[in-house]
Structure formats: structure tokens, C-alpha cells
């Protein structure tokens, strides 16, 4: 699960593959938050809400909230 949440991280971000890495902090900003949800409800068939994506500062911090 962690290296699809990663994945889509970067999509949401239009980050080159393999350049978000477990450990760093997160720079979006809302578009990519919103664009990252509907990756997830679109792809993982769960839904997170913006208010929780954007109290995550790291990467990590994302992989553990959808992986709840």
C-alpha cells in the first residue's frame, strides 16, 4: 500500500515517478490535495477528507491515514 499512496502522491503533485520518498515533508498545495482525493476514491475506493489530508506534514503521515 505504501508505494501505491506514493504514486499518487505524485500524480496529484505531476511529480516525476520515484521522486516522492517515504520521510519527506509534504509540499502541495489545495489543488493537488484535492486532485490526491479523488485519486484515492477513484482508485482505492476510499475517501479522505481534506481537513485530515492537510494536518499531514510528511509523506508518511499520508501512507498511515489512507492505510487507516
Do not use: H
Not at 8 to 16: K, Y
Not at 27 to 44: H, P, Q
Not at 52 to 67: M, P, Q, S, W
Amino acid at each position: 500500500m505504501p508505494n501505491t499512496v506514493l504514486r499518487l502522491i505524485e500524480e496529484a503533485m505531476e511529480a516525476d515517478e520515484g521522486s516522492i520518498e517515504l520521510g519527506q515533508p509534504l509540499e502541495w498545495d489545495s489543488l493537488a490535495v484535492v486532485v490526491f482525493m479523488s485519486l484515492v476514491d477513484e482508485r482505492l475506493n476510499k475517501s479522505v477528507s481534506a481537513d485530515k489530508l492537510n494536518r499531514c506534514e510528511t509523506v508518511d503521515a499520508v501512507v498511515e491515514l489512507i492505510g487507516a
